[in-house]
C-alpha cells in the first residue's frame, strides 16, 4: 500500500499531488503508531491480540499478544480451593462448577471471539482516528500557502540541511618577502591555511542576506550550515538544496548561473563594468554597474534572484546575488517580501511554486544603501 494511494483515496488529493510537501499521510501513521503503543501498554488489553504498523509501511500486522501475556491475572485469593479426596475415595477430578474440564475444552471458534472482537474493537477504533486526523491535517495541508512558503517549501521541507554558500573577498597579506592574494574558488589553497583566520571575510551585504535566510530556516525547524564559497567544492552542492549569496565575490553563483537566460556577464579586458546579460537580447548592456566604483557614486544596483533545479547536481538552488553589495541586499529583501513575491506569483500562472524562476531586479543607490527593489525581467520554465 503506497502513501501516495492513501492520500488520494483516504484524504482527497489529486494524482498528482507532491507528498514532499503535504505530508499529511506520513503524519497520521505516525500519530497511529504512537497511540497502538500507548493502547497495548495498558494491562487491561494484554491478552489481546495485537496490530502493529511498522515504519516505512501502511499495512498493518497482526499478531497473537506475548505468551507471558496469558498469565492469569486473578489474584490467588480468588481462585476457589480444591479439596484433595481421602486416600480410601477412588480418585475423583473435583473442578468448580464454572470451570470446564480437560475433557470439554474451550472451543477454537469461542477462543478466536475473545480474542478478535476486541481487535475489531481497536480497528474500528483506528479508523475514526485516522478520519479524525485526515480532518485536522488536511484542513492544514489544503489551506493556500503563502507565497513565500511557495518559493522556500522545496528547501524548508528537504530532508537534508540547506548549504547556505557565501561569497568572500580578496586579500592580500604580506608572507615573508612575497604578496599572497587568496584567490577565491582556488582548487588547492593548503599554502595559505596559515593565513585563512586572516583572510577568511565575508562582506557585510552578504552577511546581511545570510541573517534573513538562516533566521527564516531556523524559525521552520530546518538545519542549516554556512560556508564560504573559497572553501566549497562541488560535491557539496549535491549534498542537499543550496543558496548561493553574493555574485562577483562568489564564484559558485557565476558558475552555476551561466547556463540560465539572465547570467552575470564579466568584462573582457580591464573594464570595471559588469552587467547582467540576458541571452534573448546579447546585445543589451542596461543592467549594469561599475564594480570598482565608491559606494557612493553607485546610484543604481542590479541583481538576480532565483530558485531552479540545477541540472548538473539535482538539487534545488536559490540564488541571491547583486553586481555590488546593495544589489546583493536588495535581492535577499526581494526573497523574504510576502508582498513582493505574492506579485510574482500572481502573474507567473497556476502551480508556480513548481516551477523554477529568475528575476532581474534594480534598486535605487544612496550612499551604498538600496531602496525598494523593482522587478525589470522575470521568467519561468
Given at each position: 500500500?503506497?502513501?501516495?494511494?492513501?492520500?488520494?483515496?483516504?484524504?482527497?488529493?489529486?494524482?498528482?499531488?507532491?507528498?514532499?510537501?503535504?505530508?499529511?499521510?506520513?503524519?497520521?501513521?505516525?500519530?497511529?503508531?504512537?497511540?497502538?503503543?500507548?493502547?497495548?501498554?495498558?494491562?487491561?488489553h494484554a491478552n489481546e491480540l495485537r496490530i502493529e504498523l511498522n515504519?516505512?509501511?501502511?499495512?498493518?500486522?497482526?499478531?497473537?499478544?506475548?505468551?507471558?501475556?496469558?498469565?492469569?491475572?486473578?489474584?490467588?485469593?480468588?481462585?476457589?480451593?480444591?479439596?484433595?479426596?481421602?486416600?480410601?475415595?477412588?480418585?475423583?477430578?473435583?473442578?468448580?462448577?464454572?470451570?470446564?474440564?480437560?475433557?470439554?475444552?474451550?472451543?477454537?471458534?469461542?477462543?478466536?471471539?475473545?480474542?478478535?472482537?476486541?481487535?475489531?474493537?481497536?480497528?474500528?477504533?483506528?479508523?475514526?482516528?485516522?478520519?479524525?486526523?485526515?480532518?485536522?491535517?488536511?484542513?492544514?495541508?489544503?489551506?493556500?500557502?503563502?507565497?513565500?512558503?511557495?518559493?522556500?517549501?522545496?528547501?524548508?521541507?528537504?530532508?537534508?540541511?540547506?548549504?547556505?554558500?557565501?561569497?568572500?573577498?580578496?586579500?592580500?597579506?604580506?608572507?615573508?618577502?612575497?604578496?599572497?592574494?587568496?584567490?577565491?574558488?582556488?582548487?588547492?589553497?593548503?599554502?595559505?591555511?596559515?593565513?585563512?583566520?586572516?583572510?577568511?571575510?565575508?562582506?557585510?551585504?552578504?552577511?546581511?542576506v545570510l541573517s534573513r535566510f538562516s533566521s527564516l530556516a531556523d524559525?521552520?525547524?530546518?538545519?542549516?550550515?554556512?560556508?564560504?564559497?573559497?572553501?566549497?567544492?562541488?560535491?557539496?552542492?549535491?549534498?542537499?538544496?543550496?543558496?548561493?549569496?553574493?555574485?562577483?565575490?562568489?564564484?559558485?553563483?557565476?558558475?552555476?548561473?551561466?547556463?540560465?537566460?539572465?547570467?552575470?556577464?564579466?568584462?573582457?579586458?580591464?573594464?570595471?563594468?559588469?552587467?547582467?546579460?540576458?541571452?534573448?537580447?546579447?546585445?543589451?548592456?542596461?543592467?549594469?554597474?561599475?564594480?570598482?566604483?565608491?559606494?557612493?557614486?553607485?546610484?543604481?544596483?542590479?541583481?538576480?534572484?532565483?530558485?531552479?533545479?540545477?541540472?548538473?547536481?539535482?538539487?534545488?538552488?536559490?540564488?541571491?546575488?547583486?553586481?555590488?553589495?546593495?544589489?546583493?541586499?536588495?535581492?535577499?529583501?526581494?526573497?523574504?517580501?510576502?508582498?513582493?513575491?505574492?506579485?510574482?506569483?500572481?502573474?507567473?500562472?497556476?502551480?508556480?511554486?513548481?516551477?523554477?524562476?529568475?528575476?532581474?531586479?534594480?534598486?535605487?543607490?544612496?550612499?551604498?544603501?538600496?531602496?525598494?527593489?523593482?522587478?525589470?525581467?522575470?521568467?519561468?520554465?
Open positions: 500500500m503506497k502513501e501516495r494511494t492513501i492520500g488520494i483515496e483516504v484524504f482527497h488529493r489529486p494524482p498528482d499531488y507532491d507528498t514532499n510537501l503535504d505530508p499529511v499521510v506520513r503524519l497520521c501513521a505516525v500519530e497511529v503508531r504512537k497511540r497502538l503503543v500507548q493502547y497495548y501498554q495498558s494491562s487491561a515504519p516505512g509501511s501502511y499495512v498493518p500486522v497482526f499478531s497473537e499478544p506475548p505468551s507471558d501475556a496469558h498469565i492469569l491475572q486473578t489474584p490467588l485469593a480468588n481462585v476457589p480451593s480444591i479439596q484433595t479426596p481421602p486416600s480410601d475415595v477412588p480418585s475423583i477430578q473435583m473442578l468448580p462448577a464454572d470451570v470446564p474440564s480437560i475433557a470439554e475444552p474451550v472451543s477454537q471458534s469461542k477462543r478466536t471471539e475473545k480474542i478478535y472482537w476486541p481487535a475489531g474493537l481497536i480497528v474500528s477504533g483506528l479508523i475514526v482516528v485516522i478520519v479524525a486526523l485526515g480532518a485536522r491535517y488536511g484542513r492544514q495541508f489544503n489551506k493556500q500557502r503563502s507565497a513565500l512558503e511557495e518559493v522556500w517549501s522545496p528547501l524548508l521541507t528537504s530532508s537534508k540541511p540547506i548549504l547556505l554558500c557565501v561569497g568572500g573577498t580578496k586579500m592580500a597579506t604580506l608572507a615573508g618577502t612575497q604578496l599572497i592574494e587568496l584567490q577565491s574558488g582556488a582548487d588547492d589553497d593548503a599554502f595559505l591555511q596559515p593565513f585563512a583566520n586572516r583572510n577568511d571575510f565575508v562582506p557585510f551585504s552578504d552577511v546581511q524559525a521552520h525547524g530546518q538545519a542549516f550550515r554556512v560556508q564560504n564559497s573559497r572553501t566549497t567544492v562541488s560535491s557539496q552542492l549535491r549534498e542537499g538544496p543550496v543558496v548561493l549569496i553574493g555574485a562577483l565575490n562568489n564564484d559558485w553563483t557565476l558558475n552555476r548561473t551561466s547556463s540560465l537566460r539572465f547570467h552575470f556577464q564579466r568584462p573582457v579586458d580591464s573594464n570595471p563594468v559588469y552587467w547582467i546579460a540576458d541571452t534573448q537580447h546579447p546585445e543589451s548592456h542596461a543592467w549594469q554597474v561599475n564594480a570598482q566604483a565608491r559606494a557612493s557614486d553607485v546610484l543604481k544596483d542590479y541583481a538576480i534572484a532565483a530558485r531552479f533545479t540545477d541540472e548538473g547536481t539535482g538539487q534545488i538552488v536559490l540564488v541571491a546575488a547583486g553586481i555590488t553589495g546593495s544589489g546583493t541586499r536588495a535581492a535577499g529583501e526581494f526573497l523574504t517580501d510576502e508582498a513582493a513575491l505574492k506579485q510574482l506569483a500572481d502573474s507567473a500562472g497556476a502551480d508556480w511554486g513548481k516551477k523554477n524562476f529568475e528575476v532581474v531586479l534594480s534598486a535605487q543607490v544612496v550612499n551604498g544603501m538600496q531602496g525598494k527593489p523593482t522587478v525589470e525581467a522575470k521568467t519561468f520554465w
